[in-house]
């Protein structure tokens, strides 16, 4: 049994009798996407390893690697102090039920105290039994269609596991990978005389009188917009190609 990765610092990712090793590999995928690392397999159908897990887990072997298998619930989450129970029912049992961002939320107060926490997946075929819920805290719950509300495992340690991160970087500005910040004045300065100078060419400014009123609505609009430096770039490129098929035309016609 190797050592356990993980940390107060995150939860564990119990699989509760996981059938097939192919969604034991995919939730160590969606796992390792938000930064999880532990998991536990509670009595793994298949036993443990499982090749297939390994093949479907692709860049998240390391998960896997130091997956710990337990025969049961109780000793999986024996040095766990607040356990979370993924069910769509309550199965009777006088627990509260909380959307996976408010659950997440919980675990983090739970963690900034330094305790451990487990979130409990059930198996393909039924989910968790009510006695493995009975050993959980709360109960998560996510709002799934109600005529279909099976969730393949993946996909349900890819949403709690998400809602885990978001939460975690709550306190963060979110940071998108694309480019969104607004383009210095001097690139939007350079559009516009670009662009004034293919609408000049096109007779928009006219009358002559009403040149300064038009040239200012066209700096008001774009400057309201807050286009980025790629924006800025995208449109540069169609300004110019328009200007190139006005020459074309003017050209054509003599």
Not at 148 to 156: E, P, R, T, V
């Amino acid at each position: 049994m190797t050592s356990d990765p993980s940390s107060p610092a995150q939860p564990l990712i119990v699989l509760v009798r996981p059938q097939m090793g192919e969604n034991i590999g995919a939730a160590a995928r969606a796992m390792l996407n938000f930064g999880l690392t532990g998991m536990r397999i509670v009595a793994p159908r298949d036993g443990w390893p499982n090749p297939k897990a390994t093949a479907m887990a692709a860049g998240a072997g390391s998960v896997l690697d130091s997956a710990r298998v337990f025969d049961t619930v109780a000793e999986a989450t024996a040095d766990c102090s607040y356990v979370v129970a993924t069910t769509a029912r309550q199965r009777g049992l006088f627990l509260p039920v909380h959307d996976a961002e408010e659950s997440a939320q919980l675990i983090r107060q739970k963690q900034a105290g330094g305790e451990r926490c487990a979130i409990l997946f059930g198996g393909e075929k039924s989910g968790l039994a009510t006695d493995d819920v009975a050993h959980a805290n709360q109960i998560l719950t996510l709002p799934v269609n109600p005529e279909f509300s099976s969730l393949n495992l993946a996909q349900a340690v890819l949403l709690t596991a998400y809602a885990w991160r978001r939460a975690e970087d709550a306190s963060l500005p979110f940071e998108s990978p694309y480019e969104n910040v607004p383009a210095p004045r001097e690139e939007l300065d350079g559009m516009l005389s670009h662009l004034n100078g293919v609408l000049d060419d096109a007779g928009y400014f006219y009358p002559e009188d009403k040149r300064k009123t038009l040239e200012r609505n066209v700096r008001t609009l774009f400057t309201h917009a807050g286009f980025t430096e790629a924006e800025i770039r995208l449109f540069r490129g169609m300004i110019r190609q328009l200007g190139y098929w006005g020459r074309r035309e003017d050209s054509t016609s003599e």
